[in-house]
Structure formats: structure tokens, C-alpha cells
């Protein structure tokens, strides 16, 4: 079974400039998440899609990061324009739904960003 | 927000040695979960514990819900050098619902010297 991919592995851009990364979750797999890893922390929950629809964006960034999932299956994540600090690795994960108990995230390489 | 304290930050071990992290909240999860990130990977699921009290094992690793619902640990036996990366706790809040939302700690950077 194939995992989730992400793409690019790696992007350098300077501040203030956009940058788009691309997730394709695991077939079947209905939620999609998106989230910040600053170096040295744990990863942090940006937006949560399941199928088409965003169920939690609270931790999201809204003025300069926007994400879609337009077909309920591949998702993008956009910044613009972007920060210092926005430097970190963007991890996607998805999982299957099964309500009433915890359904197990599996999650790609990520994107490692360098904002200069 | 959520706020999960782990503990070491990092850990310098001997191969052989037994190793043991915590990790504590200042709220009740629902569950507990312990993942392992090697460098330019995603972190990938270790064990993952549901009931206060329960105590699981995957292989060399035996994690624990504490009976509070606001900690829980990771022991893992007898290292070996492919045991090294970061070790994160994460945990779901007690009303999750369909938003199976999961807070992360800071992690523990475990080495293991051969």
C-alpha cells in the first residue's frame, strides 16, 4: 500500500515570496490533516480536512496560509506572502474514519521550507 | 490551548541500556500515543493506548495510560542503535467527537552510542 505523498521534499524561497506544497493521502483515506513542525517542537495541527470539507482550521494562519481539497482527495497548501518564521517542515497525514474511536494518522516526509 | 510537558528533552544512552520518557498534560486525554520521527521522515505510530490505566507493549516498548488521564510514559528495552530518533507523546482530548484533534509534545531526542 502505497503512503502519503508529499511534494516538494525541500523549498528555499525568500520572505514575502508564495509557495504552494501538494499532499496525496492514502487511497480510502477520507481525513486529511496538514501541520507545522518548527525544529525542535512537535508537530502542530494547522487544518483538518474530511473528504471536501474543512472540520478544524482554528490553528490556521488565515491571512497568508490557505488550503483546498477540492476533490476530496489530493490537498494543497498555500502561503502567501511568506514569513521568517514560517520556516519549518509541513507534514501531511490522513486517515480512515471510524467515529467512536482513534483512527490512526499516518503521515508523509514532509516539506522541509527555508524562508530567507 | 493544551499543553503536554515531555520529559527528558534528550537522552544519552549506552546500547543495552533500558530508556524511559513521560510525558504529562495539563488536561484529560481521551488517548495516548507515542510516535517515533527519524531525520527527514514523518512520524510514524509506536503504540497507541485507549483506557486510563492500560499498559501496552510493541516488541522492546511498553507504554502506559496513567490512571490520571493527564500523563503517560514510554519505556523501551535493552536499546539498539536503530532505536535512536525523536520520540514524541501526543494525545487526544476527552470530547473528540469525529475531530480526532492531537496535541504533540516537544519530543525526546534519544542517542544510542554502540
Known amino acids: 500500500e502505497a503512503g502519503v505523498a508529499q511534494s516538494p521534499r525541500y523549498k528555499i524561497i525568500e520572505k514575502r515570496q508564495s509557495v504552494a506544497f501538494w499532499c496525496n493521502p492514502i487511497?480510502?483515506?477520507?481525513?486529511l490533516y496538514w501541520y507545522q513542525q518548527i525544529l525542535g517542537q512537535g508537530p502542530k495541527l494547522l487544518i483538518q480536512?474530511?473528504?471536501?470539507?474543512?472540520?478544524?482550521d482554528s490553528q490556521l494562519p488565515k491571512d497568508r496560509f490557505s488550503a483546498e481539497r477540492l476533490k476530496g482527495v489530493d490537498s494543497t497548501l498555500k502561503i502567501q506572502p511568506a514569513k521568517l518564521e514560517d520556516s519549518a517542515v509541513y507534514l501531511c497525514a490522513s486517515s480512515y474514519v471510524r467515529l467512536g474511536t482513534y483512527n490512526e494518522q499516518f503521515f508523509g516526509p514532509g516539506t522541509r521550507l527555508t524562508v530567507l | 490551548g493544551q499543553q503536554l510537558n515531555q520529559s527528558p528533552q534528550s537522552m544519552f544512552i549506552q546500547e543495552g541500556e533500558d530508556v524511559s520518557m513521560n510525558c504529562t498534560s495539563s488536561?484529560?486525554?481521551?488517548?495516548w500515543l507515542w510516535y517515533k520521527q527519524d531525520p527527514g521522515e514523518g512520524p510514524v505510530l509506536l503504540i497507541a493506548l485507549y483506557k486510563a490505566g492500560e499498559l501496552t507493549s510493541n516488541g522492546r516498548l511498553t507504554a502506559q495510560f496513567g490512571t490520571t488521564r493527564k500523563d503517560s510514559f514510554l519505556n523501551i528495552s535493552a536499546s539498539i542503535p536503530s532505536d535512536v530518533g525523536i520520540y514524541f507523546c501526543?494525545?487526544?482530548?476527552?470530547?473528540?467527537?469525529?475531530?480526532?484533534?492531537?496535541?504533540f509534545g516537544k519530543g525526546t531526542l534519544l542517542t544510542v552510542n554502540p
Open positions: 480536512f474530511q473528504n471536501n470539507g474543512v472540520v478544524d
Open positions: 501526543a494525545g487526544q482530548p476527552i470530547s473528540g467527537g469525529s475531530n480526532y484533534k492531537l496535541t
Open positions: 487511497s480510502g483515506h477520507a481525513t
Open positions: 488536561s484529560i486525554f481521551n488517548t
